[in-house]
Nanobody, 126 residues
Framework: VQLQASGGGLVQAGGSLRLSCAAS????????MGWFRQAPGKEREFVAA????????YYADFVKGRFMISRDNAENTVLLQMNSLKPEDTAVYYC????????????????????WGQGTQVTVSS
């Protein structure tokens, strides 16, 4: 599986961005997908996850009510709609594929994901 994240950029606080992750491979629709982020000098942290069908989602507390994850299995794409952005949301955002088919997790652990995209930079100015 190959992942290509896009949609990052520079936005003012309070603004919005939509990240997209395009995946290759016909088995995309069998896997939970996640978004993570990593700010300079900090560890990679979980942002959101969505199960294989799109029927279940899970969010980190700091993005609840502001971010929304979705997927389009026909287009092999996962989206992250980010609203009410804050300067502390500044980071490189990564999409990832969970390591097990048809497995739903509410774990925040990056170790459960075994394919990663290259990341897209999001910068929120104050």
């Amino acid at each position: 599986v190959q992942l290509q994240a896009s949609g990052g950029g520079l936005v003012q606080a309070g603004g919005s961005l939509r990240l997209s992750c395009a995946a290759s491979g016909r088995t995309f629709r069998q896997y939970t997908m996640g978004w993570f982020r990593q700010a300079p000098g900090k560890e990679r942290e979980f942002v959101a996850a969505i199960n294989w069908s799109g029927g279940r989602t899970y969010y980190a507390d700091f993005v609840k009510g502001r971010f929304m994850i979705s997927r389009d299995n026909a287009e092999n794409t996962v989206l992250l709609q980010m609203n009410s952005l804050k300067p502390e949301d500044t980071a490189v955002y990564y999409c990832a594929v969970h390591g097990s088919r048809y497995y739903w997790t509410q774990s925040n652990s990056a170790d459960e994901y075994n394919y990663w995209g290259q990341g897209t930079q999001v910068t929120v100015s104050s």
